[in-house]
């Protein structure tokens, strides 16, 4: 049988969000010294069940991770910031905070301000260095087919009638979302059939 460690080891915990969501009365109940979050971006949202479940942790610190860009909106970059800074931006607002509209430069450089103590941000080249070339795109203009034409016109005149016929199914595509509908038929006519089609 091995020997328990000495009670001054750390003990480190490895865990999926599922243990955390199913309210693992162990996990309440422990005084963390550290709590490292990946993927933080799912805790974006205040009233989600996971960022409730992170809150309801005892913890001394809590880092998070993401690498998903900090770009999508100010609202969700503050959300995270009250979740690492709750006694001073908990009841604050994103104006408050210093966010404002990020419309003019003083706003930007006072969230950048804020911000410096709080985020180490990692760039490609301090990682890869020159092991990676730079990124090289070529774009080769391609007519759309004599078939793809008529079923992009019927798509934009919302032409079901048309489009049904060229169903394998014979109902034709959805028109929730006709954006999408031309995209798929821009790479290939067969991606509008239904699931059902033969």
């Known amino acids: 049988a091995a020997a328990a460690p000495p009670a001054s080891a750390p003990v480190v915990l490895l865990a999926s969000y599922e243990p955390l969501l199913s309210d693992a009365p162990e996990l309440k109940a422990t005084a963390w010294r550290y709590v490292v979050v990946d993927e933080a971006h799912r805790l974006k949202n205040p009233k989600s069940r996971m960022r409730a479940s992170i809150e ?5 610190q809590l880092t998070l991770l993401t690498g998903t860009p900090v770009q999508n909106s100010a609202a969700e970059l503050f959300s995270l910031l009250q979740l690492l800074e709750p006694e001073r931006l908990a009841g604050a607002s994103e104006a408050e905070g210093g966010f ?10 006072r969230m950048q301000a804020l911000l410096q103590p709080l985020m180490l941000r990692r760039v490609k080249e301090d990682v890869v260095g020159d092991e990676i070339p730079c990124k090289e ?3 080769i203009w391609v007519e759309l087919t004599g ?27 959805s028109m929730n979302n006709i954006h999408m509908n031309l995209r798929k038929l821009c790479n290939h006519p067969r991606l509008l059939q239904r699931e059902d089609a033969p």
Do not use: C, F, H
């Open 56 to 60: 309801r942790l005892a913890y001394e």
């Open 100 to 109: 404002g509209e990020m419309r003019e430069a003083e706003e930007v450089r």
């Open 147 to 173: 078939e793809q034409k008529v079923l992009y016109r019927a798509i934009l005149d919302k032409n079901v009638s048309l489009l049904a016929q060229a169903d394998g199914a014979g109902k034709g595509p």
């Open 137 to 139: 795109e070529t774009i």
